[in-house]
Each structure stands twice: as structure tokens, then as C-alpha cells.
């Protein structure tokens, strides 16, 4: 019931009508894409740990994490019925060449995923931009933006390979410029316009190109501090004891001693979380790097060139149709500016 | 690489060459039925906080939650592909119904799963047989015994509906019988011959027949103990901490008032979890109960009843692939008893 943005289905609509297709050709597909989508992320929240979707506390948060397991999952269920349905809305042929692109589709996503989180378990932070570019087109290129596309073409009846191949270049290019926008609209985003946490990426710890680049670029030393403060967790379950400890122990309720030793029964339970001080001084080692500003510009060169890539694609003639793609793709270029 | 029952491809297998298919015809549909048992494992592991399978440790206490969840997550989305390339080995035709079967059988578990977390959340323990059997069925009936079946026929050839159908009441009686009798091996069972952990399902609060029987004829002062210890977490990260503060406040070291209020501190980041002694008196209860001789009996009452259905079946012809279906059925019925 939360307000999304409905960019996968967008993108399917628009490209299945530019072609001359029928929207009920293309519906149960967008349909999939978009539950697909909703169970991605709420499984990609609670492996995040992530507190806020769409302006309100993440599902994991309100109902617990087997719940939201179970929701991603039945999700993911359920978006295999429409595909079969479709059967008799698209035909046989184009119904399989859908179902096999949105089975390439789901394991790319999970591969990207993979990706990122052995990088969070193995505290990888030596990333390169080709190492982010690569996780970014795996984990959403494929289902945000190229296949929402194909789907598209394939539900409007497109049967050449080479045109559907086509879009996976512009699909990259605007994933890649959609990806990177998104990420510094996390660091500067009021939650209204937003929807989602401020700071939410430097309190997961989220490898961004931002980040990577400021700790690539960074000193010896700011970079040690900043994996550091990286490797700690979010927030702890004993952050409320630890806080009480402090105050009795300067009260003189408990001897120096017995805190000291109490502290360290503590720290066993849990790591000590970030604090607020030390995401403000990620937040200004972003800035003294000046990471916003080449992220801003990879994210304008990807959006370029998704313009290109689209001014190419002249296979999809000019309509308001079209117009929806050419606007999406503007209107990213005009976010990361 | 950890050693399965290989359950489910086993009645795959059996049921399509009793009825005269061929091996390979329906090995890919075994294969997907596989992929999606040990993904639901792994998730179901995550949502129970389960901490061994098969003999060993469970995937997200090894290698953490988020990995977990998308190693589920990759394996629901790879069980997609067998499926589809399954049209070049037993035509279109078979494959679509093998595809509609699953999507079914999908949403059945993911239903089932659904009641029992919402039992969970809503710390339900007024609940009949027929809940649990329930539960049992779209849980574990669908995917574990019916649908492995009827993709087997299918994979063999078989057409007529009402045949397919008439898999149905064998595998839910195969499927209540099996379920309680691993219920009642998960009270009994050394580690070595079963491969969980003993008494898991005590810690873990999980709605059996056995201790939904125990609570229903319970007195009520039983009853409210047992529910009192079963809404406690199974373990807590604290637990050494309440340990530190209780012999600290043994040795003088820390006032009375001083370790009240960090016990309280304390009790605020976590519910106290569940003691041994806590589990031991449950068993106590189920003993005193008769609730493993019920739990018995009713298995061996569903066994039968497998067995009388297994005989009807007279369109699959007797053969040594048949034979695995009967042994199947006898070693149920014997390890009930």
C-alpha cells in the first residue's frame, strides 16, 4: 500500500505502446516486474538492516524479519503466474521469450547481490568506479531497466534479436546515472521528498561510488579511521545499558573497576555501534575529498550517454510513447546536475 | 555439498518410471524441487533461528543473515531455467503443466509459512489438530510429497486430470505421517542419526501436534507456565552479561540497588531467554501428558491411511519403481511406531 515510483512497469508500458503494442499485453509482465521489485527489496532491507522505505519504518522493522523473509518470498511466488497467464494474453512464443529473459533477469540480481554483501562480509573497501559499475548493472541494471524494456518489446511483438539486444546498452547507461544519483540524493535528501533514511548508506555502510572514491582518495590515516567507523554496526541492542554504565559509574553508584569489567562483559555482547559523530565525519571527509562532485559528474557522463544510446534507438519511433523513455532520461540527467 | 534425504527428486523419479517415462525426462523438474526445498531450508533456518541442519551448523549462524537470505533467494530464482530448457526434453506441452504445478506449489508453502509466523507473532497457542495439519499440508504437503508426484506423472506422460488429482489425498496423508513422526524424532533422536538438534523445536517455540496436545489437556497453571517460557527468545546476546552482573553482585563487588537497576537496563535490550531447566520442564509436561503416545497414534493412523490410498492407485502398474512409493509408505508407518 506504500507509494512507489512504478519506474519498471513505466518503462515496460512505454516501450510496449511506442512499438504498437496493446498496454493488456504488457500488463501481467509489468505486473511480475513490479512484484519482483517489492520482494527485492524487502529482503535487501533486512539484509541491510535498513530502517526506512518509502517515508515509513522498513516491513522487517514493524512485522520482524521472518515475516518479511516470508513476504519477499511469497512475492517472488506470485510473479511466476502472471508469466504463465500470459499465455493467453501475448501467446506462446512471447510469453516463453519473456519468462526465459525474466529468469537471466533474477540471476543476474542475485549475483550482484552476492557481490555486495562478500564485500560487506569480507570488509572489502580497495573498490574501484569498474567494481561499483559492475555490481550496480548486475544487481539493478537487468531488472530496473533493460529487461522492464525488453519485456516491452517482446510483449509489443518484437522478435529481432538485435533490437532487443539494443536496449541493454541504454539500459546500462541510465541504470548506472539512476544508481549514482539515487546514492547522493541518500546524502542530501530532506525525508519528504525522499522517502528514505538521510545518511542511510554511511550508517550500512553501503559501497558507494562516493564513499569508495573519498576513501581511495583520502590519506593514509582518514582512511583507516574511515574503515574503522565503517566496520562497526549500525546500532546495538546493549546501546541503552552502555549509556547507564557511564552515568552510575560517574555518579560513583559503581566503582571504576566494576564498570571497566561490566563494559567489557558488554562488548563482548556487541561491538560498539557508530555514533552520530562519527557519520558526520564520514559526511565531511566526503566532502573534503570532493567525492560529491565526481560522482555528480560520472553520473552526468552515464546520463549522456544513455541520450546517445537512446537517439540511436531508431527502431522506436517518435510518440508520446517514446517521449516517456527520451523524459526518464532527461530527467535523470537533470538530477545529477 | 551436505548430504539430503533427496526426498523429493527420489518420488519424482520413482513415479515417472513406474508409469514407464524415462529417467531424463524428468530429472530437471527433480532438480528445481531440490533447489526449492534447500531454499526454503535456508530461509526457514533464518525465520526459526534454527542452529544446526543436516549435522551441522546452519547457513546464516556460518555465514551470517543477509548471505542467507540471498543464497535462498539465488536458489529460488535458478529453480526458474530447468524448467524452461524442460521443453526440448518432454515438450511443450508437459513442460507448461510442470511449470503450472510449481507455481501452485510455491504458493502453498509460502501460504503455509505465512500461518505458522503469524501463530508466532501473535503468540497463538489455542490451536486444534486441524490447524497443524493445516499448516502441515500447504507447508510441506505441496512441495515435499503432491506436487514432486503429479511432476513425475507429467514428466511420464499422464494427461488425465483426474488421475493427477487422485495424488493428492495419498501425499497429505504421506505428508501429516512424516511430519509428526519428525516432530516426535526432533524430541528423540541422538545428533548422529537425525541431524538437528535435539529438542530444536522446544527451543524454538515451534506449534507441533505433540505440544499443542500437551497445552490443550494441560491444567491451566501447566499451561500458563509452558506459554510463559515459550514466548521467551531462544537465546539472547545478554545472556553473559546477566551472568557478569549476578556473581558481581554475589561478591559484594556491586550494590544490590546498583545490579537491580543494570538488570533492568539490562532487561530492556532483551527478554531473558529461555533456560534449560525451561526446556527440560517442557519435555516433563509432554511426558506427563501422553502427548507422545497421541502424536503416535495419530501418525500411524495417517500412515495407514497412506497405505490404503497407495492401493488405489492401481494406474501406476506394479514395478520395482512402484515399490519405492510402498517402502516409502512402510517406513513411515514404521518409524511412527
Known amino acids: 500500500m506504500r507509494q512507489g515510483k512504478g519506474l519498471r512497469p513505466t518503462l515496460s508500458i512505454a516501450t510496449c505502446r511506442a512499438l504498437g503494442g496493446d498496454v493488456q499485453a504488457v500488463l501481467p509482465s509489468a505486473a511480475t516486474l513490479e512484484l519482483f521489485h517489492n520482494a527485492f527489496l524487502v529482503h535487501d532491507d533486512v539484509e541491510d ?66 557481490l555486495e554483501l562478500d564485500w560487506i562480509r569480507n570488509g572489502r573497501w580497495d573498490l574501484g568506479a569498474d567494481d561499483y559499475v559492475t555490481m550496480v548493472v548486475k544487481k539493478t541494471g537487468w531488472y530496473s531497466f533493460i529487461v522492464p524494456m525488453q519485456v516491452g518489446a517482446l510483449a509489443a511483438g518484437v522478435v529481432d534479436d538485435g533490437r532487443l539486444r539494443s536496449l541493454v546498452p541504454f539500459g546500462i547507461a541510465l541504470a548506472v546515472a539512476f544508481q549514482i544519483t539515487d546514492d547522493l540524493l541518500n546524502l542530501k535528501a530532506t525525508p519528504d521528498a525522499y522517502g528514505k533514511e538521510i545518511g542511510g548508506d554511511l550508517w550500512e555502510g553501503k559501497r558507494t561510488l562516493i564513499l569508495l572514491h573519498a576513501l581511495r582518495t583520502a590519506s593514509e590515516e582518514d582512511r583507516a579511521r574511515a574503515v574503522a567507523i565503517l566496520s562497526r554496526p549500525r546500532a546495538s541492542s546493549t546501546a541503552g545499558m552502555h549509556a547507564v554504565l557511564e552515568r552510575m559509574a560517574a555518579d560513583g553508584r559503581i566503582s571504576p573497576d566494576a564498570a571497566r569489567e561490566l563494559e567489557q562483559a558488554l562488548g563482548a555482547a556487541a561491538k560498539p555501534p557508530k555514533a552520530i559523530e562519527d557519520v558526520q565525519w564520514l559526511f565531511d571527509l566526503i566532502g573534503r575529498q570532493g567525492s560529491l562532485e565526481v560522482a555528480r559528474d560520472t553520473a552526468v557522463l552515464y546520463a549522456s550517454r544513455a541520450r546517445e544510446q537512446l537517439a540511436e534507438l531508431d527502431w522506436i519511433p517518435p510518440s508520446r510513447h517514446r517521449a516517456v523513455l527520451e523524459d526518464l532520461t532527461a530527467y535523470v540527467h537533470e538530477r545529477a546536475r
Open 49 to 114: 538492516e535498513s530502517l526506512m522505505r518509502r517515508g515509513e519504518p522498513t516491513l522487517h522493522t514493524t512485522h520482524g524479519v521472518p515475516i518479511a523473509i516470508n513476504v519477499g518470498d511469497a512475492m517472488l511466488s506470485l510473479s511466476l503466474q502472471p508469466l504463465l497467464d500470459n499465455m493467453a494474453v501475448v501467446g506462446l512464443g512471447r510469453a516463453l521469450r519473456i519468462l526465459r529473459a525474466v529468469a537471466g533477469m533474477t540471476k543476474e540480481s542475485v549475483e550482484g547481490q552476492a
